[in-house]
């Protein structure tokens, strides 16, 4: 219990609980949303055969589309079996995919507003190479002229700078992307929850960029934790979302107990977190 109050006196406990709580909200939004969307797509599934027309082959489905031409529609029709086909591969594989990506964007969000929070704070760290290391002359970004001039003040050339830095960094490799996420915050997220993560973003991108087959990219990214061979189908299911979703959710652990341990007393962090907030109030 002392500790306990001790970390909500801490000066920054309060923004960082908030932005913690949003994300863990909306994470947990994400599951609910998937499971009646799931729910209920199987609930019309059971539904299809009562719904099928007497005659064979004839179509009970129709719906306007947008068509190329300007402010007209098109009206596509549908067989039932395309229609149970449809809502088995939602059932089984497409709204699981949605929701996963829907919830790496989150957790991609949450990291980012940290990195940028803290690159702002702390200048210095802008230095820092997307690789993790500190930067020599060569490899420092620069500053256009233009852009010192049109800035009203120094804390808005290094918002900016944070900005882009975060940014840039979500190109790195993963294993890069990590060292750099250390190397600025100043604190680890575990290996092990890390290397989960970047393989949920590999199966990500199987199903984004193909059909869901393995290939070298995936198995180069993710090693051992590989969830089959090359040309195997990575499977999405009910388990494998939430435990998705329970890495996702260690990673918020990891950050919000990391800022309240590195940044919760920093008077440069509640200074940026101060300008954050006098610049939203003033927004019409």
Do not use: C, W
Request: charged residues 30%.
């Amino acid at each position: 219990m002392k500790n306990s109050s001790k970390i909500k006196k801490k000066l920054n406990y309060d923004a960082f609980r908030k932005a913690n709580q949003q994300r863990l909200k909306k994470i947990n939004d994400i599951v609910v949303e998937a499971h009646l969307a799931i729910q209920g797509l199987q609930i019309l599934a059971k539904q299809m055969p009562q719904n099928k027309a007497s005659k064979s082959g004839e179509t009970v489905f129709e719906l306007d589309v947008p068509s190329t031409k300007k402010a007209r529609t098109t009206t596509i029709r549908r067989k039932p079996e395309a229609i149970e086909k449809i809502l088995k591969e939602r059932i089984d594989t497409k709204e699981v995919l949605q929701s996963i990506v829907f919830a790496i964007s989150l957790t991609e969000d949450y990291i980012n507003d940290v990195l940028t929070l803290v690159l702002e704070a702390y200048p210095r760290k802008l230095l820092i190479s997307s690789k993790g290391n500190q930067q020599n002359s060569t490899g420092i970004k620069s500053i256009s002229l233009q852009d010192l001039i049109e800035a009203k003040t120094a804390e808005e050339v290094f918002s900016e700078q944070a900005r882009s830095r975060a940014r840039d960094a979500l190109y790195a490799t993963p294993q890069q992307y990590a060292e750099y996420m250390n190397s600025v915050l100043g604190f680890r997220i575990s290996q092990d929850v890390l290397n989960k993560y970047i393989e949920i973003k590999a199966t990500r991108d199987l199903y984004i960029h193909g059909d869901g087959k393995i290939n070298s990219i995936y198995l180069q990214k993710v090693g051992a934790l590989n969830r089959g061979s090359e040309g195997d189908v990575a499977s999405l299911g009910q388990k494998y979302f939430k435990d998705s979703v329970g890495v996702m959710k260690e990673i918020f652990s990891t950050i919000y107990k990391g800022m309240l341990a590195s940044y919760g007393e920093s008077l440069q962090v509640e200074a940026v977190l101060k300008r954050r907030s006098e610049a939203i109030a003033a927004k019409p």
